[in-house]
């Protein structure tokens, strides 16, 4: 298909992992038709990973609430449907003075669909497995490959059916260069010079079902510390604070606070200049692996075949015999999956990784 000149959408507004995942479709794209238009509706939230992206040529931020979200107040279903139409309306306006030729809905749900049928006459394009009526809205749907399960595989076959089979370098993240030196100084404010080991810990999920211990978090952050010339750095979001400050109570170190004090760039920037993330199944996992630092993922009710770290050099740490192990559920009583790997089991893996950076 020649795409060159052409004006290519990509629906894919979230979550954060599914937002990272989808990077290099439009970078083998651009690669392969640097001519092209390529938009990105996406959530505001995750502008951050896209904003300093030289392959995407336009973002269209929208604000839809999550339904899903933990931290969602009383009545987001009624907010999400009222603010689902004020979009729909403003971009078939935006749409209809400057449409595109072809949108990519890779995000597979009913709203995508939606969002896609809101540009008039470009063909779209979707999944022949999505769900929610979502395959009505697409005029071709592509059939993944079942031997390639993962998240990222699925998407690349968009690429693949537009002749634009992926290089190596389209598996990456772009980090923006001011948050690059904003990371710098914040690192030097928190007394981490150029010869640390840095350890970017990421202790939270949007399911708590994905939650280590905060016995194990504190175990295994004290035994990092007091290796030498080793600085473990605690990230994520202002609502993780109440959760990591808990872990740090318990702990005998005193660990580095990041979460709540960099915005998603800042974060990007954190992960790109550790040595290693130890952190559980979450957004920044795939952004580490995109970014090039080494992953120690910690797995347990989801399939690391299907959204584990992608790429080669990531090590995930899943309980060794249960028939429950990704079971998808949200939340669950039997916590063993992830209760009972041990501090002394995640140690020794991080520090292996640690001695090959």
């Known amino acids: 298909m020649d795409l060159d000149g052409k004006r290519i959408l990509i629906i894919k507004p979230s979550s954060l992992g599914d937002v990272v995942h989808t990077l290099p479709v439009v970078h083998a794209i651009k690669r392969r038709h640097p001519s092209c238009h390529i938009g990105w509706i996406i959530q ?94 697409q005029h071709h749907c592509i059939v993944t490959d079942p031997q390639r399960p993962h998240a990222v595989d699925e998407n690349m076959s968009f690429a693949t059916y537009l002749q634009c089979d ?31 080991k840095i ?58 606070i990041a979460a709540g004090r960099l915005d998603l760039s800042g974060a990007v920037a954190l992960i790109e200049a550790s040595d290693v993330y130890v952190g559980v199944d979450s957004g920044p996992m795939h952004i580490a692996a995109f970014a090039g630092t080494t992953v ?21 740490i899943q309980h060794p015999d249960l028939d429950c192990l990704s079971c998808r559920k949200r939340t669950c009583d039997d916590h063993r999956c992830l209760d009972e790997i041990t501090p002394e089991q995640v140690f020794a893996e991080t520090l292996n990784a640690l001695a090959m950076t």
């Open 44 to 137: 505001e939230t995750f502008v951050g990973i896209i904003a300093g992206d030289p392959t995407v040529d336009e973002i269209i931020p929208i604000f839809i609430p999550s339904t899903s979200d933990p931290h969602a107040r009383r009545g987001v279903v009624f907010q999400a449907a009222r603010a689902t139409l004020r979009t729909l309306a403003h971009l078939r306006k935006r749409f209809r003075l400057n449409p595109y030729d072809l949108v990519l809905d890779l995000h597979a749900s009913l709203r995508s669909g939606l969002l896609a049928a809101t540009n008039p006459n470009g063909l779209r394009i979707g999944f022949s497995h999505a769900k929610e009526f979502n395959t009505l809205f």
């Open 199 to 256: 350890v970017y810990a990421n202790p939270s999920a949007r399911w708590e079902s994905k939650f280590w211990t905060v016995h194990g978090w504190a175990r295994l952050a004290d035994m990092l510390i007091r290796e030498p010339g080793v600085r473990v750095c605690f990230a994520g979001s202002p609502q993780d604070l109440p959760y990591i400050t808990e872990i740090t109570e318990k702990m005998l170190e005193k660990p580095t």
């Open 296 to 316: 120690i993922a910690l797995f347990g009710p989801t399939d690391p075949a299907k959204v584990g770290p992608y790429g080669t050099g990531r090590q995930v």
């Open 166 to 196: 992926p290089m190596e370098q389209d598996f990456s993240i772009v980090t923006d260069p001011k948050a690059r030196s904003a990371v710098r100084s914040f690192l030097t404010h928190e007394g981490i010079g150029p010869g640390d």
